[in-house]
């Protein structure tokens, strides 16, 4: 597939009288990485499920591939592989047999010696036969990760992908990332380390009151507000990726 892996277009969110999403715009280009950058409340959670199709905006168009996702949410579903920050499978059974099952689910048929190997790529080869519920927090991520990946999405949805994880672990799902766009998928993620975003996101959006305030490289938009006063005082040394954010978003606490 070439072209745009994702178009949102004006998109609304409410919940009530709260409107969550504002008039949301972005587009991500095929075999990219793009990072969805806010403070807590901000609208990325929002944003990212009406992109499952698991919200119905208020108004907007989201397109998968020229795929409408109103329109078609079942072909659109099955353009898209999500990890959710947090992910529990079923607890009696073997990480073997969870991928087996989703792998069936998807309509993916999985040999034995595929899911050995599968499980060999994410350094999971020699716990096939352990229950989910006995892996680390990190092991459970890349499971999750596979299994989001399963059907050979084009384009993959992270939910604060990284979050808890230790540095190795946090290095080793960054290369996994950066394999998915070497493999020409594309990557939506969201995350609060700036320095990930700055690390393995070709262009990122921060957003805040449901509304994007700018999008860009992390370079770029360290270059364009490098010398705003707000950034100047924001920084401690070089100029940042937080910085900006800082700058934009503000300093008070979120819940």
């Known amino acids: 597939m070439t072209g745009l ?30 990072g969805l950058l806010g403070p807590n409340g901000a609208g990325k959670t929002s944003t990212l499920s009406a992109i499952e199709g698991l919200l119905k905006p208020t108004s907007g ?16 579903k099955s353009l898209i592989g999500v990890q959710l920050q947090s992910t529990s499978f079923q607890s009696e059974l073997k990480i073997s047999e969870i991928v087996k ?12 010696p595929a899911i050995s190997n599968s499980l060999t790529e994410i350094h999971l080869g020699d716990e096939a036969s352990r229950r989910f519920s006995q892996l680390s927090g990190g092991q459970q991520k890349r499971l999750a990760l596979l299994i989001a990946t399963v059907h050979d999405p084009p384009l993959v949805l992270l939910d604060e992908p990284t979050s808890g ?4 672990a946090r290095r080793q799902l960054w290369d996994r990332i950066e394999r998915f766009r070497k493999e020409g998928r594309s990557i939506l993620l969201t995350t609060h380390s700036m320095e990930e975003a700055q690390a393995v996101c070709d262009r990122v959006a921060i957003m805040d009151h449901g509304k994007i305030l700018t999008v860009g490289t992390p370079a770029a938009l360290i270059a364009a507000h490098r010398d705003d006063p707000q950034v100047r005082q924001a920084a401690h040394g070089e100029v940042t990726l937080e910085d ?12």
Request: charged share 20%; hydrophobic share 40%.
């Open 244 to 255: 900006v954010f800082i700058a934009l978003t503000g300093r008070e606490l979120r819940d």
């Open 61 to 76: 168009s989201i397109l998968i591939h020229q795929v409408d996702v109103r329109a078609h949410p079942g072909q659109a």
């Open 101 to 112: 099952l989703y792998a069936g689910l998807y309509g993916v048929p999985l040999t034995k």
């Open 165 to 168: 994880l230790d540095p190795q």
């Open 5 to 34: 892996a994702l178009q949102v277009n004006d998109l609304h969110v409410s919940y009530g009288p709260k409107r969550a999403v504002d008039g949301v715009s972005l587009d991500i280009n095929q075999g990219e990485i793009f």
